[in-house]
């Protein structure tokens, strides 16, 4: 008999479990190798003869989040296979843009691959149908702000109450033990010292101009699920995570870059005699071999940074970087995001008719690709619901 996982929702026949799994109270239990996304498949390769089904086929993910961090958790996981199903309320998540045809790039970025169900969850008839749904998943993610999810009637031990084997996270400001008060990327950033980051590097203090709370929460969050799946494969217990942003981020703001050692004249950005600009970054002791490379002494002052500039505008850009690259010194040319994808070194796809970035993850040589575009709202309520 093939290998089984737990990996849902209602249990099976006692005759198709193996001896060694534990109860698992209600989880749906299936043949790891029938369940598979489009062009994945069972091959040899360079690997040798691998099951190359994505990580988490079979595994379903009930998404009430909403904005970034919480979507971008989802996302992670839609990507190592997961099914994803997006509960919205009837006017729509915020970052539709409304109605608006096409998508924005924001909410296509985030939302590819995954289902569409509307519900009012402050109907009582609504609510009563989103529980209903609870036993046929695996996770429950929301990133509503402290205490909300309680007030809905939806908190961790509702949840568990309707299937003991659920795993639940909230993605909050605070934690759950901190301030309930509305808390997004700028004020998280605000909270935790980000704000000395631009003054590194002689900008105004402020806001890093990326959502790295957001992002820091979403990264945190889809680790914690996919450790407490992994913790349920081998106990068949549930659980609750409670991520905080504040928490999230602290840790990656421990390691950046706070001297300004990124700065000129360790980072240069230099521009060949073609006009295309080029970065070279020379930490220790690749700094003596770019100065020897240009006939130079290495000197930590902006007049050495402009000779640099200036020898580097002798030759046409692609000239520069083959030689650095020969010399093991570290160097791009400088692209927008567009010209980005673009790149030969970039893996994308095509999805809706717009170029996007492919998943990062390659399992055995396998990458899972986006199929579908982000569903038109309320696109799978029926299908969902009645299922």
């Avoid at 073609?274 to 070279?280: C, T």
């Amino acid at each position: 008999m093939a290998e089984t996982r737990s990996i849902g929702g209602q249990q099976p026949d006692a005759e198709q479990q193996p001896e060694r799994e534990p109860e698992l109270g209600g989880m749906l239990m299936v043949h790891a190798e029938v369940s598979a996304h489009a062009g994945n498949e069972l091959r040899p390769d360079a690997y040798g003869p691998v099951v190359t089904a994505q990580p988490l086929d079979g595994v379903r993910i009930l998404d009430l989040t909403t904005f970034l961090s919480g979507p971008y958790a989802a996302m992670v996981l839609g990507q190592l296979g997961a099914d994803v199903v997006k509960v919205e309320p009837p006017t729509g998540d915020p970052t539709r843009a409304g109605r608006a045809v096409p998508d924005s790039d924001f909410w296509f970025a985030l939302h590819r691959d995954r289902r569409s169900v509307v519900l009012d969850l402050k109907q009582p008839s609504d609510h009563a149908r989103l529980l209903a749904m609870v036993p046929g998943f695996d996770v429950v993610l929301d990133n509503a702000r402290g205490g909300v999810m309680a007030r809905l009637g939806l908190g961790p031990e509702v949840l568990r109450s309707a299937h003991p084997a659920i795993i639940t996270c909230s993605i909050t400001g605070y934690g759950a033990d901190g301030s309930t008060a509305p808390a997004i990327d700028g004020v998280i950033q605000a909270a935790t010292g980000a704000f000395d980051l631009p003054a590194a590097f002689g900008q105004p203090a402020g806001p890093v101009p990326a959502q790295i709370a957001d992002l820091a929460g979403g990264t945190a969050a889809s680790q914690a699920i996919l450790a407490a799946l992994y913790r349920r494969e081998r106990t068949g217990l549930g659980g609750h995570i409670d991520i905080a942003l504040t928490d999230a981020l602290l840790p990656w703001l421990s390691i950046v870059d706070r001297s300004g050692s990124m700065r000129s004249p360790g980072t240069i950005v230099a521009t060949g005699s073609d006009g295309r600009r080029f970065l070279i970054q020379t930490p220790m002791h690749f700094r003596a071999r770019l100065a020897s490379l240009l006939g130079l002494e290495y000197s930590p002052t902006d007049e050495y940074a402009e000779r640099v500039r200036e020898r580097m505008s002798t030759r046409p850009a692609a000239e520069w970087l083959a030689m650095l690259e020969t010399e093991g010194i570290p160097a791009a040319a400088v692209r927008t995001y567009d010209e980005a994808l673009a790149s030969p070194h970039a893996a994308t796809e095509v999805v809706g008719g717009r170029r996007v970035p492919a998943s990062p993850f390659v399992f055995n040589g396998v990458r899972n690709s986006s199929t579908a575009p982000p569903p038109a709202l309320g696109q799978h309520t029926s299908e969902v619901i009645d299922r």
